[in-house]
């Protein structure tokens, strides 16, 4: 593997669990035992101008904005969780026989939302995945984040038929600003640096919303043109993150990975962050 899959790691002899900030990567070297950590590009991404429209949404929700975008977050987190899971061949449910409920009627809406999606795609372009939530990183670039889907595409252009690859990013938001198209092209960037997967040629952002439109989701699909200058502008927040935080490191919280009411009477549990 050229990268790791998951934010943590288990050591089963030190009976541990490290998990990583959320807001980094651990990058693994190819071809060396070293590990390097990086801000992810949502990291840098947060240095972009908000512009007027967010500066009116705070004023609107007051001391409510932090709750408001947590639950934002919380709602996205699993409607990504629903998608990866039914592209990994697992079959979904709303509610279960015995009663319980596996999301929100909310959150349900939104992935039905892709589901259409994933049939439109799949009767036109006869969409194929290729990698799912999958990790891309650029060491020169010192970033990395998680691509939602690299897709294979059947395409016809001038009467002949070909297959390209195409990077997608799901957003669950009623409101998608420019750093969606950023993002998306950043993530492009970065996996055909990584030069695993094929040329990819293409980047889509995909809105998730029922009450969008009459076919419950929208599609931008990031123009060639655009590409250095979103490219551009990624820089340049990177250059703001660290002249801002010159001293930023990740942290990381350790777990036990076993417990039993013995270890717990002869110890107490730290689970505080620490410093990296």
Known sequence: MYNKTEKFQVDVAANRINKFDEQWY??????????????????????????????????????????????????????????????????????????SRNC???????????????????DKYNLEPIAIEQIVYDLELMTAGTVDLIGKLTVTEKGKTREILKVFDWKTGSFVGDTAEIQGSVYKELANRMKIFGEIEGAEVVQLHPNLNKKGFRTREIKEEDFENN???????????????PKAKPKYLTYPNTVSLETLNESKLNLTGEEK
């Open 26 to 99: 651990q990058i693994v070297v190819p071809g060396k035992e070293e590990e390097i950590d990086v801000p992810s590009v949502t990291t840098y991404l947060q240095m972009y101008p908000k512009g007027i429209g967010f500066k009116l949404w705070l004023q609107k929700v007051g001391d409510k904005a932090d709750e408001i975008r947590n639950e934002a977050g919380q709602r996205g987190s699993l409607v990504h969780h629903l998608i990866e899971r039914t592209l990994r061949g697992e079959t979904m449910a709303f509610e279960n026989p015995d009663g």
């Open 104 to 122: 929100s009627l909310e959150e349900w809406e939104r992935f039905l939302s892709w589901c259409l999606w994933y049939q439109e795609m799949k």
């Open 231 to 245: 490219l551009e502008a990624f820089k340049s927040c990177q250059n703001i993150f660290h002249r801002t935080n």
